[in-house]
């Protein structure tokens, strides 16, 4: 993985001050080289830091075709990248590198956009057509790597990382409405939180010419209709677990491929479990494994990270987590991931990257995405027992309900609701026939919340409906009209839970900020389309999630980590011990005089929450910690960035 920068201006030169200063701030993704290359008349800029992975002699960027009228640059990993430079070779190109990044400049050559359609892995690029004038900058399908953009004074801004588009000149504010849709937790699939900052949304592409910026779907979720299941031959169940045990092998043996070790991050959970299991299967020499132990046993995964490694003969690398640590490198974190957060998991991440960096790692493979694509979230089975097409007995799902829920209480409060209706969800019934239990459990979490907010921030927005804007957004008619409810539910989290929350704060995020290249196996596009058009029944059996992945993965991990029910990765509530370093980092800030320019919280009311703390069960306690959590977010967003 790489950083990349580009300015597009059609009425004036562009800087290359502005560009070298969006291109440093971004060492961080790229601190093996830096490469840029500015047209003749100054009016295109592309700038790259490098990160080598594959041709590390020759693999510089940007690069150019042989008649220099195309020059890109990429940031990410095409895969089987070796059998396109084959069929480019025959069609007659010559190849500058031996780098999987110059596919795509020959392949927009042949395709022009629809070069994407060949192009499989995680990326985001920037091409300048010379001949036709025009810029191109494309997203992966599922906003693995990031791509941000900004118009601002007659020039086009794009960078991988907000703060890049904050060192060439854009200015660093708020966007209210932005901050206020990721309260509900349905920012918009372009919204970020900083005001005239933008994101290409995941599967999406852009053209930037002197007539403006046209965006573009090109990929998506494509999710059978219920009458197709019932018109067509389906496979077996047993035909589903073979395609899924060889389409996700594949995928993981096309990600070991680099020029630098590979990695494994494990939590002991069954995503990275597998994902450690087929690494094995194709490497000689025994994997690297590194995990992360909480000090608090309810939230410590340890004994089962242990159990997968030594069932696969990996090495092990454990990093303890202690409240201390998840205090000290908060704002650090905060800084990299660019959004709020909502517990201290993103911290783990921080410093698992950390780990592995120090250790001469370059490249890991991660388990995200499973449970987008899977259905792992308990949020998924509480739909699947509400929603499913299927008569249940009312008594018998209210009895799986209650299972649920005392199963599961590590997510109750944020990501399992409590479905109490409200007219707030009117727009989203008369679209779907149905609300999605997490968007209940975010609308739970906003309006728990509302007497913490500042009266002027809620009165700005008091006349705004915010499932309107966000399904403004979704072709509902083409991708959720007669899909499954459970299938629906799992492609509106797609849509901006996903790109937006898990993949930049979690996975890129921090990855980056230790110079560490995520690969997801699970979120390959063949892995993806080929579960997509699995029956839901297959995804969720009963109370048993993932129920497909389990069997496909069986013979690659150990029958505990097969039965056991999905954990979220989350860390312990700073609320659990009042005393320690990680709350009293949330006492000291959020009652500070800068806590006050924070426009969204009315502070006396903070202060009388935190007051009150002590005197709140754990359980009342810890409902609170995912509140704390984001405002204390917020004050390092606003300090570090500047945000007025």
């Known amino acids: 993985m790489c950083g990349i920068v580009a300015l597009f201006s059609t009425h004036e030169q562009i800087a290359e001050s502005s560009l070298k200063k969006g291109m440093d701030s971004l060492k961080h993704r790229g601190p093996d080289g830096f490469g840029f290359w500015i047209s003749p008349e100054h009016q295109v800029g592309l700038g790259h830091r490098r990160l080598s992975i594959i041709d590390i002699d020759g693999g510089e960027q940007p690069i150019a075709n042989q008649d220099k009228t195309l020059h890109i640059i990429v940031n990410g990993e095409f895969y089987d990248f070796e059998h396109i430079q084959g069929d480019l070779q025959r069609w007659g190109y010559k190849l500058k590198t031996n780098s999987d990044s110059e596919i795509a400049l020959h392949l927009y050559n042949e395709f022009g956009t629809q070069c994407l359609h060949h192009l499989r892995g995680e990326f985001a690029f920037v091409l ?11 997203r992966d399908r599922f906003g693995i790597k990031p791509l941000y953009y900004s118009n601002y004074q007659n020039t086009l801004y794009i960078a991988s990382e907000i703060k890049a588009l904050l060192a060439m000149g854009i200015p660093a504010s708020w966007d209210y409405e932005g901050f206020w849709q990721n309260e509900w937790g349905i920012l918009a699939p372009d919204r970020t939180l900083f005001a005239n900052i933008y994101q290409v949304p995941p599967g999406h592409f852009f053209i930037a010419s002197r007539s403006g910026i046209k965006l573009q779907r090109y990929w998506d979720f494509d999710y059978p209709r219920i009458d197709d299941y019932l018109s067509q031959n389906s496979p077996t169940p047993s035909d589903y677990i073979e395609q899924l045990r060889y389409t996700l092998d ?20 069954l995503d990275s479990s597998t994902i450690l299991g087929l690494a094995t299967k194709h490497s000689v020499q025994p994997v690297q494994a590194f995990t992360v132990a909480f000090d608090d046993e309810a939230y410590n995964e340890e004994s089962f990270a242990r159990e997968a490694a030594a069932y696969t003969g990996a090495n092990l690398d454990v990093i303890p987590i202690t409240q201390s640590d998840l205090a000290e490198h908060f704002a650090d974190s905060i800084w990299y991931g660019e959004r709020l957060a909502i517990d201290g998991s993103f911290i ?14 370059k490249v890991v493979l991660t388990g995200e995405g499973s449970d987008e694509i899977f259905g792992g979230y308990v949020h998924f089975r509480q739909d699947m027992l509400l929603y499913n097409q299927q008569e249940h007995d009312k008594e018998k799902v209210k009895i799986l309900l209650e299972d649920l829920k005392q199963n599961n209480k590590a997510s109750a409060g944020f990501l399992m609701a409590d479905n109490n209706s409200n007219q707030l969800f009117n727009t989203v019934e008369c679209l779907l026939g149905f609300v999605p239990s997490w968007m209940q459990a975010f609308a739970g979490g906003y309006l728990t919340s509302l007497p913490l907010y500042s009266p002027s921030f809620i009165a700005s927005f008091a006349q705004k409906n915010v499932y309107r804007i966000f399904f403004n957004q979704i072709d509902v008619q083409g991708q959720l009209f007669n899909r499954e409810p459970v299938h629906q539910s799992l492609y509106l989290w797609c849509k901006t839970l996903l790109p937006s929350h898990i993949l930049r704060i979690l996975a890129d995020g921090m990855e980056m900020a230790h110079s560490i290249e995520g690969r997801l196996s699970f979120l390959d596009h063949k892995v993806v389309e080929l579960v997509c058009n ?14 497909i992945l389990r069997e496909a993965a069986k013979p690659f991990i150990t029958e505990t980590i097969y039965k056991r029910p999905k954990h979220p990765f989350i860390s312990p509530p700073s609320t659990f011990k009042l005393n320690e370093p990680l709350q009293e980092l949330v006492q000291d800030t959020l009652r500070s005089s800068l806590m006050s320019s924070v426009p969204f919280y009315n502070q006396a009311a903070v202060i009388h929450l935190l007051d009150q703390l002590p005197k709140m069960d754990e359980s009342k306690r810890s409902s609170l910690d995912v509140v704390l959590m984001k405002m204390l977010s917020a004050y390092f967003l606003q300090e570090r960035f500047g945000l007025v």
């Open 348 to 361: 783990a991440h921080y410093l698992l990257n950390k780990s592995a960096s120090n250790a001469g790692y």
């Open 128 to 138: 300048w057509d010379e001949s036709n004038e025009l810029l191109f900058a494309a």
């Open 534 to 547: 699995m029956p839901v029944a297959l995804k969720i059996r009963g109370l048993t999630e993932k129920y």
């Open 250 to 269: 594949e995928a993981v043996k096309l990600r070991l491929r680099a020029d630098v070790p590979v990695a494994c991050y494990l939590s002991g959970g």
